[in-house]
């Protein structure tokens, strides 16, 4: 064999292995990805399910299977991840074993029960609702922070909250509690002091103004009003406050309209037409805006107020009993004309 054909050889075999290597080399480091977008991979998920998740992004899931199994990816880590446009089947590997994962955003508003927020929390990370709730109402975390079960509710803010999408439950819980404690800032805590309310009242009585009217003008006149009422030692006379116990008693997805003379009779801590001072807890998830109505409440005479028939979703205030009496008839024939019984 001459030196000529030995050149050739070696060139073809060195082709050869610089295509096969080129090839390789595409597999490892080309883009893969046919569309970005995020997946979701849980705590349980094993290859198999990740294959089957991820295999509406790739381009090539034979190439990406292929570098798994030389990069001997055998168990990815659960998260939320953000596969982009030009990731490599390297990079994608790398990124699901690493962990480092993309947060969400958790929002949650007004859930009138703690059952409610549990459900919808749910609905945004990985942990389900029954864990979210025995973490909730962990007997341990009240006792620590003096909360019980009709006043754990009030450490909730609404508001959106980066979390991981694995966060636990009590993880989540522990980061709501410390994000109420950020929330009663030195101003906030002051004002309450002002009023000689305790934060979770303050809360409990923006719970009912929350309830009350979904006018923020009208908030810090409803919160001044009952402030009033709480002063002079009268009991609160809260509609919200009966329309929970309605609920309490029939099912928290009862429909009511219109308060009864009858309801008013419930015999029910939470009833206001019955016990003077606010109930023992929230009857609903206050907002912001319900809180900081009730610490920066107007001052006035008021002491009355009745469902304005001109102005709906607004209310008519009074200072006397006979001017209310006089607003209330009104409302009454409205509702009467209305047909709404209940």
């Known amino acids: 064999m001459n030196k000529k054909t030995i050149s050739i050889g070696i060139f073809v075999i060195l082709g050869i292995g610089g295509i096969i290597g080129l090839q390789y080399y595409n597999r490892i480091f080309s883009n893969n990805i046919r569309k970005p977008g995020s997946i979701f991979i849980e705590s349980k998920d094993n290859i198999p399910d990740l294959k089957k998740k991820i295999a509406a992004f790739l381009e090539d899931e034979e190439a990406f299977h292929w570098v798994a199994v ?25 990124l699901l074993r690493s962990g480092n994962q993309t947060p969400v955003k958790v929002a949650f508003n007004n859930q009138d029960t703690l059952e409610k927020l549990a459900h919808r929390i749910a609905t945004q990370v990985e942990t389900d609702s029954t864990k979210l709730m025995q973490a909730f109402l962990d007997p341990l975390f009240l006792k620590e922070n003096n909360f019980s079960e ?170 006397t009993l006979s001017q209310h009496n006089r607003n209330a008839e009104k409302y009454h024939r409205w509702l009467n004309n209305k047909g709404i019984n209940r």
């Open 70 to 94: 030389q990069k001997k990816f055998n168990q990815p880590k659960a998260g939320k991840y953000i596969l982009k446009k030009g990731m490599s089947n390297n990079d994608i590997v790398n």
């Open 150 to 319: 009709k006043t754990v509710l009030g450490i909730f803010i609404p508001n959106r909250y980066e979390v991981y999408w694995t966060i636990s439950a009590e993880k989540f819980r522990d980061k709501m509690l410390k994000e109420y404690t950020l929330f009663w800032n030195s101003r906030r805590t002051e004002s309450a002091k002002k009023l000689n309310l305790s934060k979770k009242e303050v809360i409990t009585l923006a719970s009912i103004v929350q309830k009350e009217t979904t006018q923020l003008a009208e908030r810090p006149i409803v919160a001044g009003l009952y402030l009033n009422r709480l002063k002079k030692g009268w009991p609160l006379q809260a509609d919200p406050t009966v329309i929970f116990c309605i609920r309490e008693k029939k099912g928290q997805n009862t429909v009511i309209k219109r308060v009864l003379t009858t309801d008013l009779k419930i015999d029910s801590p939470y009833n206001t037409y019955l016990y003077k001072g606010l109930p023992p807890g929230v009857i609903s998830m206050p907002d912001v805006s319900a809180i900081d109505a009730v610490l920066n409440a107007s001052k006035h005479n008021y002491y009355y107020m009745c469902a304005n028939t001109e102005k709906i979703g607004f209310h008519t205030f009074a200072k």
